[in-house]
């Protein structure tokens, strides 16, 4: 029953990373709480870097920063 | 003031089904809550295959199989 | 495979009529969109009128208001 | 520690709106409850018209006839 | 038509505070994107901190440490 | 940077479970996608069972009926 979302900055993720992710954090659900893993669903968010901001700035431009 | 948020995987609806999906989702407030349709928001979130998982699996490759 | 989130302000909706509205959102992605209703999750999140805010003002004091 | 979440329809905003938008959530959390930038989180999602509805259909039916 | 969602820890924010933001993040909605602040609602998800995690640890840990 | 949430019926976890979920989540981002922990934080949703529904019932009457 359990729903997993997982809200990260688009492009740090590829498709064998998110199955990864997926597998593991239905186990975790799984193995400490006993859920079925039929009924486990797992949603993966890919947020951009403009539409994420922390202190007050977009991750494009705090990453832009420094990189540069 | 209801806010309904669904989310469906990418694929799974065309325009003219999300629209049926808002305008019955918000007659089910309103006949059962009797809430005002003009503060009723219905969102509709389509989800990459890639991105929800289900028994530790992605969408992708159970449908896949399932087709396989 | 749908997850649909109903986001209500507390007090509005009684147990039952929290069942009607799980029932009929229910029907609603299964008539609509044909899925499986046993994979449909359906969450209702009951919101404290000091925590939701419209015009800038709380529900409390917008409807303290009106009944007032 | 806050995470703020800020639903828009696709298009109301530019990158620097967008930016401003971040920028000032970051400072009333800051400023109204002292919590440290560094751990505050601003994301925006951007929504389609088709699937964002009021009243019961979408914002690209209401915002066309608005502008018919 | 935006929705801010306000996620902070339980115990943070007096309702006096909740007031205060709520009222300013409508203002910035206005203000930056022109929004009708009859439509702008602001939910704020009070988290317990049992419920909150950080570096792996919940937030009780965290803080405990840190005032012990 | 990555947020997790974590949606459960109410009752299923204790508070050393949600610990452990915490841990393992966590764990899962800094190994898989190489994320800093500083910034990964995992939120705990635990729903009521009147509130969670599945099959067009509350998991209240399907879990009570499966009990019985």
Known sequence: ?????VE???GVASVEQ???????MTEVLV??????PDYVF?????VDTDNWG????????LWGEREG
């Open 42 to 46: 797992v949603l993966i968010d890919e």
């Open 31 to 36: 193995e400490e709480l006993g859920r079925d």
């Open 8 to 10: 990260i900055a688009r």
């Open 54 to 61: 922390r202190k007050g700035r977009s991750l494009t431009d």
């Open 18 to 24: 998110k199955k990864a992710v997926i597998r593991r």
């Open 1 to 5: 029953m359990p729903i997993v979302r």
